[in-house]
C-alpha cells in the first residue's frame, strides 16, 4: 500500500491517529495481535466550535489545542505519538519518474532539484518529502516517485496544536493517503465488502461536514481529485431554516436525532437528492475531463456518509454500486469501546483510523 513518509521523522511506536477537520478532532489507537489481527483500542470524537479552522487552517489555536487535551481525557490514552495529516488542499503532490540506480542521498538531490520546477515558493519555505512508488511501466530501469510539499507553517500549525495538548508528533501525513490506507486494509480483509478488482476504477468520496472529496483510483494511482463545498453543513442549515431555529440548535439536534417526525421527508429526502445530483455531476466531470468513461465502485465514508438514504440516492444517481465503508471491519472491540454507537459513527474515524494504522506500516 502506498503510504508517503513521515514529513517528520521515523515512526515510532506506540502511536495514535489524530484527524483534526473543521468540525471536531478524532481519534483511533489499534493495537495488533498475531498476523492478521486487529484491535480498536480507543476511539473517540470531540466537537470543535465553529470558526476554529477555516480552509484547513488553524485559526484559534487555544481553542483546537484545549480541544485536543480534552479528547485525550476523555479516551483515556496514555500514548504521546501522535500521527497527525494536512488536508490535501495544504499539499502540493507530483508524480516523477528517475533514475532506479540512484542512491538515497542522490536521490534526495535529484527529489529537491525536481521540486524545485513545481513549487509556486522557494524550498526553504516547504517542509518536503518522497515516497518511490516502483518501476516505472515504460521504463523499468527508471521508478515513478511521489513528492510531497507543504509549505512549513501548514505543517507547524497541526504540530503546535498536537504540542500544547502534551503530544509528540512523528508522523505527518496527508489525509487523502491516511484514508486511503485504512481503505486498502479493508478492502484486502477477507471480510470485505466488495472486490475490487487491479484494473477496477474505484470512486472514493469523504462526505464531511464543510463538503465532500472525490477521488477516483486505479490501484494505488489517484487518478482524479476533486472537492465540492456540499456537505453535512449545508443539511444543518436546512433544518434550520425550515424549523425556523438557529443554526446551533439545529446542529444538536441532528447529532441528537432529535428531529420532528416530518424530518425525514421534509428535509433529508430533498437533501439527499441534491447531495447525490452534485455527486454525479462531479463524478460526469471525471468523466469529461479524463480518457474514461465508467467506474466500478463508489466508496463512501466521512460524518455524513451514514444519512439515510443517501447511499441508494447516489447508486441509483450514478447507476454504480456504492456502499459505506467501515473503517473497523474485523477488529476486536476493547473494552472501552462503545460498540452499539461505534458501529454508526465507524464511517468518519476512517481518516484517523489510516493515521492510526501508520504504527504499522512504513
Known amino acids: ?53 477555516v480552509d484547513g487552517s488553524i485559526t484559534n489555536m487555544d481553542e483546537v489545542s484545549t480541544t485536543i487535551h480534552r479528547l485525550l481525557a476523555k479516551s483515556g490514552t496514555r500514548t504521546k505519538n501522535v500521527a497527525l495529516a494536512l488536508p490535501a488542499s495544504a499539499v502540493i503532490t507530483k508524480k516523477v519518474i528517475l533514475p532506479g540506480a540512484l542512491s538515497d542521498q542522490e536521490m534526495e538531490i535529484q527529489v529537491e532539484s525536481e521540486a524545485s520546477q513545481y513549487l509556486p515558493f522557494a524550498l526553504e519555505e516547504v517542509r518536503l518529502d518522497f515516497c518511490v512508488i516502483g518501476p516505472n511501466a515504460k521504463n ?75 477521488q477516483v483510483l486505479r490501484g494505488e494511482e489517484i487518478l482524479f481529485d476533486h472537492e465540492q463545498g456540499m456537505g453535512g453543513a449545508q443539511l444543518t442549515q436546512a433544518i434550520a431554516r425550515y424549523y425556523s431555529i438557529p443554526p446551533e440548535e439545529a446542529e444538536q439536534k441532528k447529532r441528537n436525532d432529535n428531529l420532528p417526525d416530518d424530518y425525514a421527508t421534509a428535509v433529508l429526502a430533498p437533501f439527499v437528492k441534491n447531495l447525490a445530483l452534485d455527486i454525479g455531476r462531479s463524478l460526469q466531470f471525471f468523466f469529461t475531463s479524463t480518457p474514461y468513461h465508467n467506474v466500478q465502485h463508489i466508496l463512501l465514508f466521512g460524518g455524513s456518509a451514514i444519512l439515510e438514504g443517501l447511499t441508494s440516492a447516489i447508486q441509483n444517481e450514478t447507476k454504480v454500486s456504492t456502499l459505506v465503508l467501515d473503517p473497523f471491519l474485523g477488529m476486536e472491540l476493547g473494552s472501552s469501546i462503545n460498540k452499539s454507537k461505534i458501529r454508526k459513527a465507524a464511517p468518519a474515524y476512517l481518516t484517523a483510523c489510516g493515521l492510526a494504522l501508520r504504527r504499522f506500516y512504513q
Open 1 to 53: 500500500m502506498l503510504s508517503l513518509k513521515s514529513l517528520f521523522q521515523r515512526q515510532p511506536e506506540p502511536l495514535i491517529g489524530l484527524d483534526i477537520s473543521a468540525t471536531a478532532v478524532k481519534l483511533v489507537e489499534l493495537a495488533r495481535h498475531g498476523q492478521d489481527g486487529w484491535t480498536l483500542e480507543r476511539c473517540t470524537m470531540v466537537p470543535l466550535p465553529p470558526g476554529c479552522i
Open 140 to 214: 523499468p530501469g527508471d521508478v515513478d516517485v511521489l513528492l510531497a510539499a507543504t509549505r512549513k507553517e501548514k505543517a507547524h500549525e497541526r504540530q503546535e496544536a498536537a504540542e500544547i495538548a502534551g503530544l509528540k508528533p512523528t508522523v505527518l501525513d496527508i489525509e487523502s493517503y491516511a484514508a486511503l490506507l485504512a481503505v486498502q486494509r479493508v478492502l484486502d480483509h477477507p471480510q470485505a465488502p466488495t472486490h475490487v478488482g487491479e484494473a477496477d476504477l474505484a470512486v472514493l468520496i469523504n462526505v464531511g461536514d464543510r463538503g465532500y472529496t472525490m
